[in-house]
């Protein structure tokens, strides 16, 4: 095979900077360690997470939110890799879990319950339970029979539960339907009169006490706006509310800061940060926030070899080993990842001409709807090609299923010139862990 080198990479990081993923002499590398070599000591698919890139997306976040001495607590949702979390961790990272499962991962990761966040609108019972006896920091309440739960929980346990209320301040965010939440017509959060209204019972109560407000008006933002306009209406309650509760120390802003999957069209942090800061450094609250993708979006690909090219018509189809189930979010939202040879080839394909042109990037699953993308331009490629799909660290492997009885990917982490398995490949014997053909059935 005649190699030529990838155009340079637009995946640039906050502040722009040499993407961790690059091309060395014809050869996408993760950071030091050619992406071949992964694939071919651990097999296809795979998804390959730069510790380099990951780190420095935390250090950078913070460092443009330096003023403000923000607690920044890891979305677990976007990424929850043991090693993961481990790293971050060792950064000093908070962490926001939305269920017992992710509360457990975080806890197995070696982090003490003080640093996690519990977020979300459906908390059981059980979870909550669960979340009380590992003292988790907070619980963000979201309906009026949610804070009597917690009420009830604590009573029984015969403790304070430490509560915050996610305040949904009807901001449009701008961004896809699917990933906005703070709109009026979400599910998420309570109004801000409603917020009132539920702050003032909890004074009266004896098992929870108001600890913070918060707030998350969606994922993958890339303007400040929004988030200029929920801070003013979150500061504006947070002051209100406060005259009551002194107990209120911390307000929440939430993450969704976009980043680049087409090229650039995300702003660098230090541009959220100039319009943000200004309207926080005085407020007296702690300021949290919770990024999710941001750290981990650019961090990760997805590795996938090539099975069959075919045409159909005037179609060319690029049929790979991974599929809807490993990286849903094309098929999910039209999602755009951008897609590469791992090891580009030269000839008249390569610009195009050839066999070589638009091709849609697909994977085996039995349904019209399996592809990772459409259209595409992509150079020659042929059977046993590697492919590389960008930005793929966030909502990839976490959305990953086992439909058509396909085991899920390896997960692997790169640091400089060596890399480690941090999940291992499921075997067809996981598939059916837990299931039986000869039940025991209960009368």
């Known amino acids: 095979m005649v190699l030529r080198p990838h155009p340079p990479s637009k995946d640039t990081c906050y502040p722009p900077r040499v993407d961790d993923f690059v091309d060395r002499g014809g050869r996408l590398h993760a950071e030091d360690v050619p992406l071949s070599r992964i694939a ?21 976040l913070r460092e443009a939110f330096a003023e403000l001495k923000p607690h920044v607590g890891y979305a677990v949702k976007a990424n929850g890799n043991l090693a993961i979390l481990k790293l971050l961790a060792d950064e000093g990272a908070r962490f926001d879990v939305v269920s017992r499962g992710e509360i457990f991962r975080v806890l197995r990761a070696g982090v003490d319950g003080s640093r996690i966040d519990f977020e979300g609108p459906g908390k059981r019972r059980d979870e909550i339970e669960y979340a009380l006896d590992r003292k988790v920091r907070i619980l963000n309440v979201e309906s009026e029979a949610e804070l009597d739960l917690i009420d009830e929980v604590a009573a029984a346990k015969r403790l304070t539960a430490d509560v915050g209320l996610r305040v949904n301040p009807d901001v449009d965010p701008h961004t896809h339907v699917y990933i906005s939440t703070g709109k009026a017509e979400t599910k998420f959060g309570l109004d801000i009169e409603r917020t009132r209204r539920l702050a003032g019972t909890i004074a009266a109560r004896k098992h929870v006490r108001l600890k913070g ?26 002051r209100e509310l406060r005259r009551a509760h002194a107990s ?18 995300a702003p660098e942090m230090r541009e959220f940060a100039a319009a943000l800061v200004p309207l926080l450094r005085d407020s007296g609250f702690e300021i949290h926030m919770e990024p999710g993708r941001l750290l981990v979006g650019n961090a990760g690909v997805l590795l996938t070899r090539i099975t069959y090219v075919k045409r159909s018509g005037e179609k060319r189809f690029v049929i790979c080993d991974a599929a809807m189930n490993d990286l849903i979010r094309p098929s999910l939202y039209g999602a755009f990842h951008r897609i590469e040879p791992v090891e580009a080839r030269e000839g008249p394909g390569a610009q195009g001409g050839g066999s070589g042109g638009k091709a849609d990037i697909v994977g085996p699953v039995c349904e019209s709807g399996d592809f990772l993308a459409k259209d595409r331009d992509l150079p020659l490629v042929e059977a046993n090609d590697l492919l590389c799909v960008r930005s793929a660290g966030a909502y990839g492997f976490a959305m990953s299923s ?39 059935w209960i009368a």
């Open 402 to 440: 086992n439909y058509n009885a396909r085991p899920r990917a390896a997960e692997v982490l790169v640091d400089g010139a060596r890399f480690a398995v941090v999940r291992a490949r499921e075997t067809h014997e996981d598939l059916v862990r837990g299931e039986t053909a000869d039940p025991e």
């Open 213 to 238: 407000l918060h707030v998350h008006i969606g994922s993958q933002i890339t303007e400040p706006g929004p988030y200029v306009e929920m801070v003013t209406r979150l500061l504006a309650l947070g």
């Open 40 to 60: 071919d000591a651990v097999g296809t698919p795979t998804y390959v997470y730069s510790r380099a890139t990951l780190v420095g997306h935390f250090r950078r």
């Open 248 to 265: 209120l120390v911390s307000i929440n802003i939430g993450g969704g800061f976009g980043i680049h999957y087409r090229g650039n069209e």
